[in-house]
């Protein structure tokens, strides 16, 4: 086992510390730069997109009337996570459903669905039961998944694999930001005909190729820092992380690692919600997490804040940032600000959930608690 976790002490850090690799590798061969070599098999594809995996089936998808979603645990935060791009390029209604809930309801589905099933172990219960069910309804079956030979690999139509390498850990990381970037590239290659989405899908293109040296930089950035804040937050007994938009996903999957890892009662919440509820629970003593992107949500982030503030939550406040973001860093002097390289909108959230990795690590190793294998918990749930 030691020779496998190399130099690090557990394999979640390991993990952790193998992204920039490992989102190379869920690239590679499909998101291809301007200047490919000319006997690269992918030199029709220079400077855009390639699937393979979705080449047999990429005219049913696209003719598709409804893209759904549906997963567990990380991998539901990772289809949070890529909605939003995956509407905006394929102008489809895109749902994301718990695998749990999608089966309790029977939901209906029709042969023009298209069903993405996203799991890193290809075997959890819930979401290949949901598959046998979207199957029998003859919709369109993707998988993403990061376990070749799998049972959700092997019983979809079609599908991308993660090749984000195995992943050990409990807490699922490594596959998450790859799921991520699949869904992303998924996008990109069903609106690759669009005309009026050229430009958009290009910015996106090439953040794709320079997100893994960020990822380097994040990780080497703040893994002292989120150290440091672990320690000021272990004895807490709850934790409030508030997000909107692209980080709607990071505040939920944030909210997750923490708990699973620390044992410290968390909660992710939309910041538009906060007067719904949460703005209840706010004072100065209860910690808050707080995302704020350098995107079209901006101003509505920055009311959230106003508004935890006046509840005194300012106290007790970290602040996941931007590079570069000037509204946010004027708060800096009175909360724990920790800023993450800037990239496009909808990519910012696998640079953002980084801290919260590192965060949840320290969290566990502080309290000196078991993080590879935490209570209760199983890396892969293979029953109902
Ligand atoms: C378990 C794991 C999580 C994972 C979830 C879904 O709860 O502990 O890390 O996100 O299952 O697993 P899957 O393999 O389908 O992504």
């Known amino acids: 086992e030691q020779i496998m976790k190399g130099s ?11 992204q920039p690799d490992s989102l190379t590798q869920t690239m590679r061969g499909r998101v291809i730069s301007h200047d490919s070599s000319p006997d690269d098999v992918s030199r029709n594809h220079r400077g855009d997109v390639h699937l393979g995996g979705l080449s047999q089936r990429i005219g049913d998808f696209r003719r598709s009337s409804r893209i759904i979603f549906v997963a567990c645990g990380t991998s539901f935060h990772s289809c949070l996570a890529g909605r939003q791009v995956m509407e905006e390029l394929t102008e489809l209604p895109v749902s994301i459903e718990l695998a749990s809930d999608f089966l309790d309801r029977e939901t209906p589905l029709f042969r023009s669905d298209v069903c993405v099933f996203v799991s890193q172990s290809g075997e959890t219960a819930d979401t290949l039961e949901a598959l046998r069910y979207a199957k029998k309804c003859q919709a369109l079956t993707v998988g993403v998944v990061n376990v070749v030979g799998s049972s959700i690999a092997r019983l979809t139509d079609c599908g991308v694999h993660l090749n984000a ?3 050990i850990g409990v807490a699922s990381t490594k596959a998450y930001t790859s799921q991520i970037l699949v869904l992303i590239i998924i996008a990109l290659q069903l609106s690759a005909d669009s005309r009026a989405k050229q430009g958009r899908r290009r910015e996106i293109h090439d953040a794709l190729l320079t ?17 440091g804040i672990a320690e000021r937050l272990k004895e807490n007994t709850s934790i409030l992380l508030f997000g909107r938009g692209f980080h709607y996903a990071t505040c939920m999957e944030g909210a997750l690692k923490i708990k699973e890892l620390s044992y410290i009662h968390t909660e992710g919440i939309h910041a538009g919600e906060l007067k719904h509820g949460p703005l209840a629970l706010i004072d100065e003593n209860m910690p808050v997490i707080l995302f704020a992107g350098k995107d079209a949500c901006s101003g509505k982030v920055q009311n959230a804040l106003h508004q935890v503030t006046a509840r005194g939550g300012i106290a007790n406040m970290l602040i996941v940032g931007t590079e570069g973001d000037s509204e946010i860093e004027k708060f800096s002097d009175k909360v724990e600000l920790v800023q993450v390289p800037k990239t496009v909108d909808c990519l910012q959230c696998v640079l953002a959930i980084i801290p919260m990795q590192l965060l949840s690590y320290h969290l566990a190793v502080a309290r000196g608690l078991n993080v590879d294998q935490p209570r209760s918990l199983a890396k892969s749930v293979t029953v109902q």
């Open 165 to 167: 390498g195995a992943e």
């Open 8 to 18: 690090y002490p557990h394999f979640m850090l390991k993990e952790i510390y193998e």
């Open 211 to 227: 997100l893994p040296n960020l990822v380097t930089k994040t990780l080497k950035d703040l893994d002292g820092r989120m150290k």
